[in-house]
């Protein structure tokens, strides 16, 4: 049948089972808008306030359920607003498609109006990015760019559409859609035993689990493999929930906020298996000191990854799901150190150094616990940049996978309260909480507008200290106590904006108001502002200094 570029791109996205996108219209994407509104009862389309809102929201419905996000935005200021978005999904591996509008074909290259190229733009930020010359080879683009996406380790990939290709018209036969090929394993046998013949030899080994695993759907076979070789278990901070919080071989984060059994251990041990995890700079501290005493078998599907930051002993390349599976078939039968004595030795650790905060005033980290208890673990917790963010991954008790949507490698300040819409719209069988700060809060607030719109049940919890709280505490233990503009105690009313958003606010100052404002807010079924005023000079703690070895982990008795 004959239809118009922007009918494709409806069918392309019907096939690619793509049910909610979120953008924001312009000129050049009118079109495609056209076909939305004639549309709206098989696509959904989420009116966001701001474009960064759309790809931030298209990342949370990804991280939220393992499918691909879609945003859509228009040529010009309307794609490059896109773009922090798409450098967050990028640095997380998340699978999204970012559709842009762009001026004619005349018209390209002349600086029209609205005109940048932003395929240029994002080219270090995507997996692959298109723009469309021909109206024939729109579908075979669209289908190309949600299979690129997927496959592997996912990501996001841009598809730049001129206004004219939207508009005309060609034959259009919906083809078989373009799956994904069943995942193969690609790890060699004699790999395969080296890997079993470094365990087998352990005795000190310890499991550090990164974003991949969620990533691969392979929390079931990584708990297998924790009970074979009785190992302790720690994790990134895009790794939470990959293993569950509560289990007793679990023990906490690694890195600069880490614990210090995790950090202490890590450093101790003798074998270190990494299984999707990238050896950021934020977990490693200072790299020639890491893991110093121990041997590491590193697994992840992107070759990339391997001795790019840490070089490692040996390494399995694959889906890691499927590298687990054949893994726990080799150790199947293989007799292994019981490591009791190890075990022990991170227990007492674990006892030793536990996390732990002013427990007589309101502080962020009770706050987080309450919403852990009350919540008893199931929600879907999403967070900003910055001290609530670690309090975050160390208080809160995740226990499932997709649980955690959080920004890691970028470290994007304004992301949560998008994403937690794109994780409510993508999972309304789960309470979704945003987690902020002031500072992040004040950076995309308008996405309240979007809740409001749609009422969208989320609940946005503010811990207001009236600082950037991060950059505060840095300065505070680096930078001599010189408070360059971090102060944002400028008087704005927290509680006069919820109403001016038209959503329901509360405002806590004590420690015996927030379990009762967390059970209104959950009862309320409409998206709620709960501000939690804290004080301004609160930490994280431990904390790893810039440069030092993760061992040489301090906490506030050390500064005083």
């Known amino acids: 049948m004959l239809l118009t570029g922007a009918e494709i791109i409806i069918e392309c996205l019907k096939e690619q089972n793509a049910d909610t996108i979120f953008g924001y219209p312009g000129g050049q994407a009118l079109n495609i808008y056209d076909e939305l509104y004639k549309h709206s009862s098989e696509v959904r389309h989420i009116l966001t306030a701001h474009e960064q809102g759309a790809s931030h929201a298209a990342d949370g419905y990804a991280r939220a359920t393992g499918k691909v996000g879609v945003c859509l935005a228009t040529s010009g200021p309307g794609a490059t607003n896109l773009v922090t978005g798409i450098a967050t999904a990028y640095m997380d591996s998340v699978p999204m498609v970012a559709i842009t509008g762009q001026v004619p074909l005349s018209l390209l290259g002349k600086d029209s109006f609205q005109e940048v190229d932003i395929a240029g733009v994002t080219m270090p930020i995507t997996k692959h990015n298109f723009i469309v010359k021909d109206v024939t080879k729109l579908a075979e683009t669209i289908r190309k760019a949600f299979y690129i996406a997927r496959e592997g380790r996912p990501g996001p990939v841009l598809v730049d559409i001129p206004k004219d290709i939207t508009a005309a018209k060609t034959e259009y036969t919906a083809p078989e859609i373009l799956e994904l090929p069943s995942k193969r394993e690609r790890v060699l046998e004699k790999d395969l035993d080296k890997a079993i013949d470094m365990i087998k030899s352990s005795k000190k080994p310890y499991i550090f689990v990164g974003g991949g695993a969620i990533s691969s759907d392979a929390s079931e076979e990584l708990m297998k493999f924790v009970r074979k070789i009785n190992a302790p278990v720690a994790d990134t901070l895009m790794g939470k929930g990959a293993f569950p919080s509560e289990d007793e071989l679990y023990t906490g984060m690694l890195g600069m906020h880490g614990t210090k059994t995790s950090n202490i251990g890590v450093t101790n041990c003798d074998l270190l298996v990494v299984i999707g995890a990238r050896f950021s700079d934020r977990v490693t501290g200072n790299a020639t000191k890491f893991a110093r005493k121990a041997k590491i078998l590193h697994i992840d599907i992107d070759p990339a990854e391997v001795n790019k930051n ?57 706050v987080v616990e309450k919403i852990s208890e009350i919540t008893k673990g199931d929600a879907i917790i999403c967070t900003e940049v910055g001290q609530h963010q670690m309090w975050t991954a160390q208080y809160y008790k995740f226990k499932t996978p997709r649980s955690f949507v959080s920004s890691g490698g970028l470290g994007t300040m304004g992301f949560g309260l998008g994403a937690a819409l794109g994780a409510q719209l993508g999972r309304p069988d789960k309470q979704v909480i945003n987690v902020a700060g002031d500072g992040s809060f004040r950076m995309n607030l308008n996405e309240l507008a979007t809740a409001a719109r749609y009422n969208i049940p989320i609940i946005e919890v503010v811990l207001n200290n009236k600082v950037l709280g991060m950059v505060r505490q840095w300065q505070t233990l680096y930078y001599g106590g010189r408070y360059s503009y971090t102060n944002l105690d400028d008087g704005l009313d927290f509680m006069k904006l919820a109403d001016a958003f038209g959503i329901l606010g509360f405002r806590v100052t004590k420690k015996e108001e927030i379990e009762e404002v967390l059970q209104k807010a959950m009862a309320a079924n409409r998206p709620v502002l709960i501000e939690c005023v804290i004080d301004c000079d609160e930490k994280v703690w431990p904390m790893v200094a810039p440069g030092a070895a993760i061992d040489d982990i301090k906490t506030a008795a050390d500064f005083e």
């Open 310 to 366: 840490i070089k490692v002993h040996h390494y399995l390349v694959g889906d890691i799901n499927l590298v687990l599976k054949k893994l726990n078939a080799g150790l199947s039968g293989v007799e292994l150190p019981k490591n009791d004595e190890w075990i022990e030795t991170i227990k007492k650790l674990k006892a030793d150094f536990p996390l732990s905060y002013n427990e007589d005033i309101l502080t962020g980290q009770y």
